[in-house]
């Protein structure tokens, strides 16, 4: 049984408001088909239980849905990419203070170049010369 909502006036003998049980087959395809008013352009009517899976038009609710949707998802599509960028900016803060904390250590340890040595090349020179230090 599909019911059927009259949206306008005088859709063949139905009015507006008019909830149609059991709609007559042309009643049905104008909703499915989403016919408008030639003058208004509003819809005529909208099926409201049954056979929706038919219809070949998502209805007005459909698409404003859809639409909501896909700016959700684009929401939050740009929301993951900033989290990441943050996710990343902090890794780089993290590695900024390594980095100064180990240029520290190398200028106490008077180690020529740690100005430009990248973390590895820091924690290498710092093990090689605490090692020599410590085994003095």
Known sequence: MTIVKVLVDAV???NAGDIVKDAPDGLIEIAKRQVRNAATGKLLAEIIEGDVNSTD??????????AEL???KKREAD???EISELKSDMH???SDDELKDLKSTAKDLKIQGYTKMSIEELKEA??????????Q
């Open 12 to 14: 063949g003998e139905y």
């Open 57 to 66: 038009t998502p209805s007005e609710r459909e698409q404003k849905l859809q």
């Open 126 to 135: 710092i093990s090689t010369t605490s090692g020599e230090v410590d085994g």
């Open 70 to 72: 896909d700016e959700s």
């Open 79 to 81: 929301l993951l990419a």
């Open 92 to 94: 780089k803060d993290d």
